[in-house]
């Protein structure tokens, strides 16, 4: 079993690191086309970060590993809003922003809800399945959030974001044809091969040790690619800018929830386990507990010690899990 570990930690290092070198590229392109900065950060840099992700959901769906890829996805989210959400207020207390809490995670709580609608309707059989048809559904959901997100910013002109975006895109040199040539087949490889070892090696762990393909995908699969969330966290914490942190997180749960179950029912139908339902729930729960923390908050702001108490329900829900 001690391969089969070193060999998913290769799988995320890979991961990472070839959707970092594909965003490079794509922004180089991008700007010899003559793209904004704002755009290229809204559209490219959003769309890279949920590389791993989407490759993994791909080749769990050709491989018929459809518990993979949803509980990949509900496990990103749960510990997105837990144990991320959780590690960097111990760093910093994390500010909540207003936009944040009156639009975006009401969207979410409607992503769930929609996925767990979808998830409890269509029968194949004894199983409940999200057929493609379903699958499409979430992707134009997916495409809807984007579109409202980029219209959101446009309009608000909020300049902190602007002038973040913007740095991290001009940080990004313009390479030759041939680096970024370079750039995309190492990418891609990188995608490929690790998203291959993730999963294969994931499902021979759950088979050697009783475990189903759901509970791997919503801990070891889910906190693996939720690794560029927790850097993020505690880099923003230390940067003092943890008011954008829960947009973010926010953001890439609903395209957890929408994209990739979207796209791998799409590939091929998903059954949907019981037990998802439980953590789509408990996803409801948490979401609004954070919105009403923030409520009655008069700081607006999650300080270290509720930090803990979501640590420690994270710990209990992997625990129960188990």
């Not at 939720?226 to 993020?232: F, G, R, W």
């Not at 880099?235 to 800018?241: D, Q, T």
């Amino acid at each position: 079993m001690g391969l089969e570990i070193l060999l998913i930690i290769i799988g995320f290092v890979f991961l990472i690191k070839g959707s970092d070198l594909l965003v490079k590229a794509a922004i180089s392109i991008a700007k010899r086309f003559g793209l904004s900065e704002m755009l290229i950060g809204l559209t490219i840099i959003a769309v890279g970060t949920s590389l791993p992700e989407i490759f993994i959901t791909v080749t769990s769906a050709m491989d018929g590993h459809s518990d993979l890829i949803i509980g990949n996805a509900i496990g990103s989210c749960v510990c997105n809003f837990l144990f991320v959400i959780g590690i960097t207020s111990l760093v910093r207390p994390i500010k909540f922003d207003k936009r944040i809490l009156k639009r975006h995670l009401p969207i979410e709580v409607i992503a769930m809800a929609l996925l767990l609608f979808l998830g409890n309707t269509e029968k194949l059989g004894d199983v409940h399945i999200i057929n493609r048809w379903q699958g499409i559904i979430l992707l134009l959901c997916t495409v809807l959030y984007v579109i409202y997100s980029i219209y959101e910013e446009r309009k608000l002109h909020n300049e902190k974001i602007d002038e973040e975006i913007i740095n991290e895109v001009k940080s990004k040199e313009n390479y030759s044809v041939i680096t970024i040539i370079i750039y995309i087949v190492l990418g891609i490889l990188g995608l490929k091969f690790g998203a291959d070892f993730v999963v294969d090696n994931s499902v021979l762990i759950a088979n050697s040790l009783g475990l189903s393909e759901s509970f791997i995908g919503m801990t070891i699969v889910a906190i693996g690619t939720s690794l560029p969330e927790i850097i993020t966290g505690i880099i923003s914490a230390r940067k003092n800018e943890t008011d954008l942190l829960l947009g973010n997180i926010s953001g890439s749960n609903i395209i957890n929830l929408c994209l990739l179950v979207g796209l791998g029912a799409i590939v091929s139908p998903l059954v949907f386990d019981k037990e998802f339902n439980i953590s789509i729930i408990l996803l409801i729960v948490v979401t609004i507990f954070l919105q009403l923390l923030a409520t009655i908050n008069k700081k607006s702001e999650l300080n270290w010690k509720r930090g803990i108490i979501l640590i420690i329900a994270y710990i209990m829900y992997i625990i129960y899990m188990i």
